[in-house]
């Protein structure tokens, strides 16, 4: 009888503690490990992860002099182009100068300089965005400043061949705030009895992953089709939201990355038009990410806009309230990614499409709360969208800068496909857009075994390990998801083009140390 006594009693203390540790945890005030949003401590963001916390740290030992394998950190995480040596446009910080010092463009004394040191356009935007606004320094309208917004919705008619109006537009701190305001509007999980979803590409850009933990929506995954350059499946789709929706799911939208990221795919017209028609079949809202829509490196390859699609295909954007009777959209872009590369200044917008006006005034109401988007950013934005044209004085220069990096990126995304496509138990697919390459690795068992026991995923395993003897800092494919049983790396191709031959030596002669060492 002792037994089951004793038993009982360490039971009853058990449940004691943990009632104690629940009323503990709801009481305390303070932000603690104990108190904490427990959605914030789920999500992730493998971009910034644990490889990059290491890299930062072996980043302070070599500047304490510490010898390691490698003399320098090289970022292959991120797409930060100007991180890496990339040179801004001399027309946009041009601008910027000035109107960040209007007294250059209003004193009668200091104008005749001026007119020395830039170009005429070049003063010419800089007086027209300071007339439109009070000072850089004032908050904006809160959906932005209406000289870019309108400059977006020309940019946007001209691309597309289809008008658009400046009052559809947001200008936001970077796309990633414009997707978190449609996270926000689009997820009711908050309310009891509802279970929202949203269909996110596997590998998927983690900020959708991330997004979806923070405000408890549920994400759908759709496996992209590796086998075919990473093309979107309608049969996948198709698949996925009859599970959600058998589970009891409301799948409310359908995030489309394109050109892709992680992948690097640029997806067909076809594709695209299957897409636009599941999506108002299906009653979904397409989330168009296109923040990398001037980064096409593929012979054959271009950028089409999803709302030119779908324009193409007779939705005209008027308001969409059922099911079946048009399409719901909202496109994203970025002056963080292109040729611009201005990832610190946060710049970019959201177009609505389809979208009613009730909903965009709840929208509106979303960015208000945080007052407006930065002016500075605001301002790229509309100078991303309204570039020197032919005939300006800043045109040739403008050319010659875009060209060089353009050219010098296609050169390094055709060097790290093919080098990639060299090594032992890798292969890739063709880089044709955006700033990465995602290739799958074959791991031999016994480096899985060990990765395993160690507490890691075999990729991840593998990117510290390269860290740890290179000082390449790369992304394992867990960070964005991918096929069971399969193993991934994400890798840009953006470190300066003179330090590729050495970044690729580096990689390779490590994948062959790690390859043999592990080799059955």
């Not at 390094?412 to 063709?430: C, I, Q, W, Y």
């Not at 069971?484 to 390779?508: A, C, I, S, Y």
């Amino acid at each position: 009888m002792t037994k089951p006594r004793s038993f009982c009693l360490i039971l009853s203390f058990s449940l004691l503690f943990c009632l104690f540790d629940s009323i503990f945890c709801r009481l305390s005030t303070l932000l603690d490990s104990n108190a904490i949003n427990p959605s914030l401590i789920e999500a992730q963001y493998a971009v910034r992860g644990p490889i990059l916390d290491r890299a930062i740290e072996l980043q302070k030992q070599l500047k304490e002099g510490k010898n390691l394998p490698f003399k320098k950190i090289v970022s292959c995480n991120i797409g930060n182009p100007q991180a890496l040596q990339q040179a801004p446009i001399s027309y946009v910080r041009d601008v910027l100068t000035v109107v960040l010092s209007p007294k250059l463009a209003r004193n009668p004394r200091t104008f005749p300089f001026l007119k020395k040191m830039f170009p005429k356009d070049v003063i010419t935007q800089a007086k027209s965005y300071l007339n439109s606004m009070p000072n850089v320094g004032a908050y904006s309208n809160s959906q932005g400043l209406e000289t870019p917004r309108q400059q977006v919705a020309e940019f946007i008619s001209a691309r597309d061949g289809y008008p658009a109006t400046a009052n559809n537009i947001f200008l936001t701190n970077g796309a990633s705030e414009g997707v978190r305001f449609l996270y926000t509007a689009l997820v009711r999980n908050a309310q009891p009895g509802f279970h929202d979803g949203i269909l996110i590409p596997i590998p998927q850009y983690p900020l959708y992953s991330a997004l979806s933990t923070l405000s408890k929506g549920v994400l759908v995954p759709y496996y992209l089709d590796e086998s075919q350059e990473w093309s979107c499946s309608i049969k996948s789709l198709k698949q996925a939201i009859g599970k959600a929706r058998g589970e009891g799911i409301t799948v409310r939208a359908l995030v489309v990355i394109n050109p892709g990221n992680p992948t690097g795919q640029v997806l067909s017209e076809e594709n695209m038009k299957e897409i636009v028609s599941f999506c108002v079949q299906e009653g979904l809202v397409l989330l168009a990410d296109e923040v990398y829509q001037e980064n096409i490196w593929a012979a054959g390859k271009k950028f089409l806009s999803f709302r030119k699609v779908a324009c193409d295909m007779g939705y005209t954007g008027e308001p969409v309230t059922k099911v079946g009777e048009g399409l719901q959209m909202v496109s994203f872009h970025s002056i963080s990614k292109g040729f611009m590369g201005e990832c610190g200044l946060r710049g970019g917008y959201f177009e609505l499409f389809g979208i009613p006006d009730v909903v965009r005034q709840q929208i509106y109401k979303l960015a208000s709360i945080s007052l407006c988007s930065n002016s500075i950013g605001q301002l790229v934005v509309g100078m991303m969208c309204s570039l020197p044209k032919k005939g300006s004085s800043s045109y040739k220069r403008f050319v010659r800068e875009r060209d060089a990096i353009l050219s010098s990126l296609k050169r390094r995304a055709d060097k790290l496909f093919s080098f990639l496509n060299t090594l032992e138990g890798v292969s890739a697919n063709p880089v044709q857009g955006a700033m990465y390459a995602f290739p799958t690795i074959t791991l031999p068992f016994r480096a899985v075994k060990d990765a395993l026991n160690a507490g890691f995923a075999p990729d991840a395993f593998y990117c510290m390990q390269l860290l740890e003897s290179t000082g390449i800092v790369v992304v394992p494919g867990s960070g964005f998801g991918q096929v069971e049983g399969t193993w991934h790396f994400r890798t840009t191709f953006l470190p300066p083009e003179k330090d590729m031959n050495e970044v690729t030596q580096r990689l390779g002669d490590f994948h062959k140390q790690f390859m043999d060492k592990y080799r059955e």
